[in-house]
């Protein structure tokens, strides 16, 4: 399988993807319409997932069922997995119990997603049996997807991984500030981020773009805010304008013992959670698991 990391790979990438990014959705779909190079898929869940819903679910709230604040009924979470390629992690959170949903921007992504066998999922919900789980074509940045949500338009978990190092830098005050717009208003909602590619350089391009932990503190903290960049690129929150919305703060953190082999040594795990006043960052949990 193509690994994103070798000189090759990331080449024909720079190439595929040159210019200000304008166009990424059609370039995105061409690569799925042709099918033959999609080095970004690695044939099943992040295995750091996996960890985190087998090990430390209990970051993620106390159950996987909500009362609804709109309604008042109880139902279980939704999950969001935007870009989430052939839908390995959707389904994986769907046998968690999760009502989980994959947004992709290509049709053709979409329709692999069902060929992705379900019976390789066996249900680890407990007493709460397998999740919906439900592929949807659509632009995360736009409203028009959210019509073929169930029940609302928010989200109790997201999931990110390998969305965020695919945007063009000048997106992510836009890809901040639409998990803001996203997220239910429960104390459970969570975000979880495998944070790759975490060790490349700043002024090498991308996809996949360098997105170390403070990329993702800065941009959380601060959603919608344009923040100015060092050299090293990293976000300069300093003096930087105060965000409408309501940002993230991160409550754990921790490098996995498990992830895929492009991000082993280098990939974090954060998980994050809708920050309503008080010191930040005061219970977060930060280690590195060998």
């Known amino acids: 399988m193509s690994d994103p990391n070798t000189r090759h790979v990331r080449q024909r990438l720079l190439e595929h993807f040159e210019g200000d990014g304008s166009d990424a959705n059609a370039k995105w779909c061409s690569l799925w319409d042709a099918g033959d190079f999609l080095p970004w898929d690695r044939g099943c869940p992040n295995p750091a997932l996996v960890d985190l819903l087998e090990q430390k679910q209990n970051l993620l709230g106390e159950s996987i069922l909500i009362r609804d604040p709109h309604t008042g009924k109880t139902r279980r979470k939704r999950a969001l997995v935007a870009g989430c390629g052939r839908g390995y992690d959707v389904l994986l959170l769907a046998s968690f119990g999760f009502d989980a949903y994959g947004l992709e921007i290509s049709p053709q992504a979409v329709q692999l997603c069902h060929e992705v066998g379900k019976e390789d999922y066996p249900d680890r919900s407990g007493d709460h049996g397998f999740g919906q789980a439900r592929f949807i074509v659509g632009d995360f940045f736009q409203d028009d997807w959210l019509e073929q949500v169930d029940g609302g338009r928010s989200f109790e978990l997201f999931y990110d991984y390998t969305f965020l190092c695919a945007l063009n830098p000048s997106k992510r005050p836009a890809w901040s500030l639409r998990y803001?717009?996203?997220?239910?208003?429960?104390?459970?909602?969570?975000?979880?981020?495998?944070?790759?590619?975490?060790?490349?350089?700043?002024?090498?391009g991308g996809p996949p773009f360098?997105?170390?932990?403070?990329?993702?503190?800065?941009?959380?903290?601060?959603?919608?805010?344009?923040?100015?960049?060092?050299?090293?690129?990293?976000?300069?929150?300093?003096?930087?304008?105060?965000?409408?919305?309501?940002?993230?703060?991160?409550?754990?953190h921790w490098q996995p013992s498990v992830t895929h082999e492009a991000g082993k040594g280098t990939d974090w795990v954060s998980i994050w959670k809708l920050h309503r006043g008080g010191t930040s960052g005061g219970e977060e949990e930060e280690s590195k698991c060998t």
Do not use: M, W
Not at 186 to 197: A, K, S, W, Y
Not at 220 to 244: H, M, N, R, W
């Open 180 to 204: 803001s717009q996203l997220a239910s208003q429960t104390n459970d909602t969570r975000l979880i981020c495998v944070e790759f590619p975490t060790y490349k350089e700043y002024s090498s």
């Open 210 to 252: 360098g997105v170390p932990p403070p990329v993702y503190v800065g941009h959380l903290g601060q959603p919608g805010v344009q923040l100015p960049y060092t050299t090293e690129g990293i976000p300069a929150t300093e003096g930087a304008p105060k965000s409408d919305a309501e940002g993230f703060e991160r409550i754990a």
